[in-house]
């Protein structure tokens, strides 16, 4: 039997001690190739090295998630400049980037 993973979980059927090898309900070689099929496509999904530099995969998707909740959102933009960032300044768009401007000198008075 193929293996269904990743669309879903096999079902896979663990031979008893009563089993023998040539068992009609869990053959012997079928035990082997439908292990060997969940093995294959769970290395499919996962690639070389999942892992990465970290021990486990888990530990790579906790640095994963921990680095993009605390990433800040204006990182990736490519139209954002900012200097100098003071207290009370807000992101104004200059026609061509977003810019920190202190908020008083805003033309509108501030209503936004």
Known sequence: MPSQY?????????????????????PHHLQHANANDALEAIQTVLGVSPAGPHLTVKDRIIAAETNIFNQS???GLTDVTINSAETGQVLRYNGNAWINYDEENLVDGGNF
């Open 73 to 75: 959102v204006l990182n």
């Open 6 to 26: 990743p669309a879903s979980l096999d079902n896979l059927i663990n031979p008893t001690i009563n089993d023998t090898l040539n068992s009609v309900t869990v």
